[in-house]
C-alpha cells in the first residue's frame, strides 16, 4: 500500500510539473514556434513592430515561386505587387517583377499549426511583422480599390 502511495504522490508531482511548464514560444497561446513550415499561402498582416499606423498588407504566396502583394502602405488605396520569391533555411527573399529586389531578407518562423508566420528582417531584428493565414478580400481582389504597379513611375514605396 505505500508503494502505490509513493506512486501516485511521484505521478502527481509529474503532472503538476508538465502542467506549470511554458511552451517555447514564452507561453502564449500560438503554441511552439516552428522554423519548418511553409510559406505557401495567403497572409494577412496582423502587426507590425514599426510605428506606421494604417498599414495594411496582404501577401499571396504561390507554390510555383510567385507572389502577389497588395498593400496600403504610403498611399489611401491598395497597390499591387508581383514577383518571385526564394524560400531556403527558413529565410525569404525576393524580387518584384520589374527586377527590383526586395529590400532585405525575412528570417520566418510558425507557430505549431502554421497558421500565423512571423517574419524578422534579416538586417533588423526589431522590424518584425506578423501574418495569419487569410483570404483576400473580394473588393482587393476585383480591382475596386487597387492600383497596379504599371501605374506608378517606379518611386513607390514597396513594404517588402
Known sequence: MK????????????LA???????SNGGGDDGDISYGGSVIGTWHMVSWSNVE???DIYLAIEEDGSFTLYQRYT??????????????????????????????????????????????????????????KSTIPDEILSGMIVRSSIDFDGDSVRFL
Open 75 to 132: 498611399e489611401p488605396f491598395y497597390q499591387k505587387f508581383e514577383g518571385t520569391y526564394s524560400y531556403n533555411d527558413s529565410v525569404l527573399s525576393g524580387s518584384y517583377d520589374d527586377g527590383v529586389a526586395w529590400a532585405d531578407s525575412y528570417n520566418v518562423s510558425f507557430n505549431a499549426d502554421n497558421t500565423k508566420m512571423t517574419m524578422v528582417r534579416a538586417s533588423d531584428q526589431n522590424d518584425i511583422s506578423v501574418y495569419e
Open 53 to 55: 499606423t494604417g498599414a
Open 17 to 23: 510539473l508538465v502542467g506549470c511548464s511554458k511552451s
Open 3 to 14: 508503494y502505490i502511495k509513493s506512486i501516485l504522490v511521484v505521478l502527481a508531482c509529474g
